[in-house]
């Protein structure tokens, strides 16, 4: 269950920390962290249920994941001892290796590309790219596009490379955001949206369809430096 993946990703992120670096310093990362008193981590603010505001306060799967990881870290139940930094697709990566983040906890998908750059936690969830649509359209698959219709995809994600293998020819908007991306397809300038269906389902209120078919079938996991 959730909470099992939990405390096992807890424990690969502390020894991580601990023992993940191979070149000898002074501190390592977890004592540089104690020292300093805090635990900076890398979230994202439009991808609900994962990273949001509401009513002016950041929630979210992954902002609790990482609460319950500093927690653990400074163990002080009194006080959150985390300071959350906004991320996006297109510059998670360089925030975490330039060490403006300890960490990633921003729906970072696993894959082999990432691998060269970037170190991992066991998998905390799993979802797969999908289209979200207008209810009631007869869109049902990327190859739709190829021939009609503009779908909108966010950059630096999955989904835009598997846009592009699947409906090469698709007349393709792309946003920065998941937030700019659905403003698109309610003001009706696009016709769908690929994306996380995770992330899509925390935006769909009902005048909207998510197509079943799955494009890809992906984990997260908290991203770390090599």
């Known amino acids: 269950n959730m909470k099992k993946y939990i405390v096992l990703m807890l424990i690969f992120v502390m020894t991580f ?31 609900p249920p994962f990273g949001f505001y509401k009513n ?13 990881i500093a927690d653990n870290i400074f163990e002080n139940p009194e006080f959150t001892n985390v300071v959350f930094v906004s991320v996006t697709p297109q510059n998670r990566f360089s925030k975490l290796n330039s060490k403006e983040v300890d960490f ?41 596009f190829n021939t009609k219709g503009t779908i909108a995809v966010v950059l630096g994600t999955t989904g835009e490379n598997i846009l592009h293998l699947a409906a090469p020819n698709a007349r393709i908007v792309a946003t920065k955001t998941y937030k700019e991306a659905v403003n698109l397809l309610e003001n009706h300038l696009v016709d769908a949206i690929l994306g996380d269906e995770s992330v899509l389902k925390g935006y ?3 005048r909207f369809r998510i197509v ?15």
């Not at 670096?21 to 977890?30: A, F, M, P, Q, Y």
């Not at 991992?120 to 999908?130: H, L, N, V, W």
């Not at 207008?134 to 698959?141: D, T």
């Not at 984990?219 to 090599?226: H, I, P």
């Open 104 to 144: 990633l906890a921003a729906t970072v998908s696993i894959n082999d590309k990432r691998k060269l750059i970037i170190d991992f936690s066991i998998p905390y969830f799993s979802t797969g790219q999908k289209i979200m649509t207008w209810r009631g359209s007869k869109i049902s698959h990327l190859s739709y």
């Open 204 to 206: 769909n209120d009902g």
């Open 17 to 47: 920390f601990c023992f993940g670096c191979s070149k000898k310093k002074e501190l390592n990362d977890l004592e540089t962290i104690r020292e300093r008193g805090y635990l900076v981590v890398g979230v994202k603010e439009d991808s």
């Open 56 to 68: 002016n306060e950041l929630k979210g799967i992954d902002v609790e994941l990482s609460k319950y």
């Open 212 to 226: 079943n078919r799955a494009y890809s079938k992906e984990y997260y996991a908290v991203a770390l430096r090599k």
